[in-house]
Structures are given as C-alpha cells and as structure tokens.
C-alpha cells in the first residue's frame, strides 16, 4: 500500500509569509507525527495527534507553529509570519494502532529567503 | 528524562570494512522500545528495526546485525562488509510514554560514508 505521503516536496517563501504543509498517512494509521530536522541535525519532535483525542502539541517551538487533523486522515502544519530560523526539513510519520514503530513521508523542505 | 546519544557523528570507511555504530540511550521506564531508522541521500527516513527491552536477544538481517545490551543501555548497529549503498545518515531512537503520550525520542545521527 502507498507510505505517508507529503506536500509540497519543497517550498520557498518570503520572511513573514505564511506556509502550509500537508502530510497524509498510511490509511489505517491513527498516530500522526510532526517533526522538524535542521540542516544536519537530529529530528526535533512539534505536534503528535492520536484519533480523535486533543494534540500533544507540547513541542511547538512559538504560537507561530499551528496543526490540525480531520479525524484520522490528512494533516497540515501551518507556519505563520515564517522566519529565516524555520527554514528546515518538516517531516510527517504515522503508526497503527497497537504499533511502536513510525512511518515516516519524505519531508517538505522549507527554505525561507 | 529520555536522552539517545550517538557518540559518533560521522564515519568513513572504505567499502567491504565493517562498521558498528553506537547509540547508547537513557530512561526509566521499565518497558521501552528502541528503533534504527536510515535516512539516505533522498532524505525519507527507512525504518530498520525495533527491539523491545525486554528481548535482548541479537538480531542478523543479511549484512545488519544489532547487540541489544541492558546493563550498559546500548543498541549498536555492525554493518558486515560494508557497500557504498549504505551511505546514509543513522538514526537511534527510543520510544518514550512522555506526558501520557508515546514518542519517538531521536539521537542526532551518525553519517556513514562509504567509500568506493
């Protein structure tokens, strides 16, 4: 079956622009992951979702940062008023219910001029 | 509090040497889950393996081999005869119930140059 898919593979944008990224999961899978990666550095956990429970949000790093996720599909991240240090690779993973291990899509990168 | 750390940021070998990749990890929990994942050139990060902490038997895949060892919170990875195919960026990772909720905690990586 098809993996996580993401959208746009790769955006360019102004600083103070807005942005949004689009992650859609595994069918099936209730978990959905944001994750950021800076240029050469490990990945920085943003926002978890699991069915229809609230987000863990508690990685957000500023109010800029917003998700949302209708029911157990599609996912977007929205970065607001985009700043040069948000520039980075965004990257989405899924999980089944009952599984530890994460699915991962192959990132939006982001590069803000 | 959970922590991975990779020790090692970046090796390079010549292809056919073997190499073993450490990730030495941290937390309380009781029962936890440690992961492997590649993240080659493409940038899509390819899940390898999991292990749960309460098997540390070893596991071989082909050329991946990985020793599971609680007493000094270990999970290394040997790759055996190494092929310019496994030039990647190596991920540790362990799973962690943190504030009720279950996440990936990552190290920082390992850049694996293998070179023809």
């Known amino acids: 079956g098809a993996g996580v898919s993401q959208s746009p593979s790769n955006k360019v944008t102004e600083k103070g622009k807005d942005v949004e990224l689009r992650c859609d999961p595994i069918?099936?899978?209730?978990?959905l992951y944001w994750y950021r990666q800076r240029l050469g550095q490990g990945l920085e956990f943003l926002i978890y979702?699991?069915?229809?429970?609230?987000?863990?949000k508690s990685g957000l790093p500023s109010d800029r940062f917003s998700a949302e996720r209708t029911g157990e599909s599609v996912s977007t991240l929205t970065i607001q008023r985009t700043q040069q240090e948000d520039s980075a690779v965004y990257l989405c993973?899924?999980?089944?219910?009952?599984?530890?291990?994460?699915?991962f899509g192959p990132g939006t990168r982001l590069t803000v001029t | 509090a959970q922590k991975v750390t990779q020790a090692q940021t970046e090796i390079s070998v010549v292809e056919k040497e073997d190499v073993t990749l450490d990730c030495v990890y941290e937390?309380?929990?009781?029962?936890?889950?440690l992961f492997w994942y590649k993240q080659p050139p493409s940038g899509e990060l390819v899940f390898l393996i999991r292990?749960?902490?309460?098997?540390?038997q070893n596991e071989i895949s082909g050329r991946y081999s990985w020793n599971f060892q609680k007493s000094t919170s270990s999970f290394n990875f040997t790759i055996t005869a190494s092929q310019v195919v496994d030039s990647a960026v190596y991920f540790c990772?362990?799973?962690?119930?943190?504030?009720?909720?279950?996440?990936?905690?990552f190290g920082q990586g390992t850049r694996l140059t293998i070179n023809p």
């Open positions: 993973a899924s999980r089944r219910p009952g599984g530890r291990e994460q699915y």
């Open positions: 069918s099936g899978h209730t978990a």
């Open positions: 979702f699991q069915g229809n429970s609230a987000p863990d």
């Open positions: 937390t309380r929990d009781t029962t936890y889950y």
């Open positions: 292990r749960n902490s309460f098997d540390e």
């Open positions: 990772a362990l799973s962690a119930i943190i504030q009720g909720a279950q996440k990936l905690v």
